[in-house]
């Protein structure tokens, strides 16, 4: 891979987070981590120059651990990208669908193919993750025996696609950000995205109130995640997405109307709304 930059990803090689890595940046370094927390860590030390990390399913809703982490580490959203998510059968090579009995993956994914595979009969394995059940595959070799993971897989561990889209949506989409040490500025005056976290004021109608800017200065949210803040009983903080930028004079104003009513908040990354060009 001739590629001068780093780019880490949650997974094995072959993952969905790689496949949308090598979509959004082609000919790059992809560097797997087992965990998310390595990501980031990967990120901040400068081990990588970027990572990419999933934060919402079509499907599945919202990935904690990632909205988590982006409250945790002292890190700037850069981008984001859409990934459509196909999953595929995959066999060892001369492998015949009428001779399959077992078909392993993550749980999401067996769950997302539900009915493909109750039709058929097949017995269901769950593993930590799809690439893992295609490398698994690859290396036991049993011919009576599949794995559900990204058409990637199949051409990094040798595996035969049998069936393509076996997933129930066929508009299944994963949203993923771009991490970076280095805070991205905006270029141009194309359509934009803002992401932030906020702790609210303990004051009644507090989350009523932070929303109200928002809605009164005419800015469209896209996205609001609560999660519970780590050491305080009972308590969240919120990660919130708008369209458009801080310094956008209706957006200051929601912004400036936001911040009198929180206790914590931090703009975590101002960047392209995907589709994108962006290459920071």
């Not at 001068?4 to 949650?10: E, K, M, S, V, Y």
């Not at 990588?48 to 959203?77: Q, R, T, W």
């Not at 507090?206 to 800017?213: D, H, I, Q, S």
């Amino acid at each position: 891979m001739n590629g001068t930059r780093r780019i880490a990803f949650q997974g094995m090689p072959g993952a969905y987070s790689e496949q949308a890595c090598r979509e959004r940046f082609p000919g790059e370094r992809y560097v797997p981590c087992k965990t998310f927390e390595d990501v980031f860590t990967m990120v901040e030390e400068g081990s990588a120059e970027l990572g990419v990390v999933p934060v919402e399913n079509s499907m599945a809703g919202g990935i904690s651990d990632s909205y988590d982490l982006l409250a945790a580490h002292h890190l700037h959203i850069v981008g984001e990208y859409y990934l459509k998510v196909s999953h595929c059968l995959l066999g060892i090579k001369g492998a015949r669908i009428e001779n399959i009995h077992t078909v392993a993956s993550h749980p999401q994914a067996l769950a997302q193919c539900r009915a493909y595979i109750r039709k058929r009969g097949w017995n269901r394995n769950s593993v930590y993750d799809t690439a893992g059940a295609a490398c698994d595959l690859a290396v036991r070799r049993e011919p009576h025996e599949a794995a559900i993971a990204s058409e990637l897989c199949a051409e990094l561990y040798g595996l035969d696609i049998l069936m393509r889209d076996i997933q129930e949506n066929k508009k299944n989409t994963t949203r993923f950000l771009v991490i970076s040490r280095t805070e991205w500025v905006p270029r141009d005056d194309g359509a934009h995205k803002t992401s932030l976290f906020f702790e609210v004021r303990n004051i009644p109608a507090a989350l009523y109130k932070c929303l109200g800017g928002f809605a009164t200065n005419n800015v469209n949210l896209t996205r609001l995640e609560s999660r519970p803040i780590p050491g305080k009983h009972w308590s969240y903080h919120f990660h919130l997405d708008f369209q458009g930028r801080p310094d956008d004079p209706h957006c200051r104003l929601a912004l400036e109307e936001l911040e009198f009513f929180t206790s914590n908040y931090k703009i975590l990354g101002c960047y392209p709304e995907s589709p994108d060009t962006m290459d920071p």
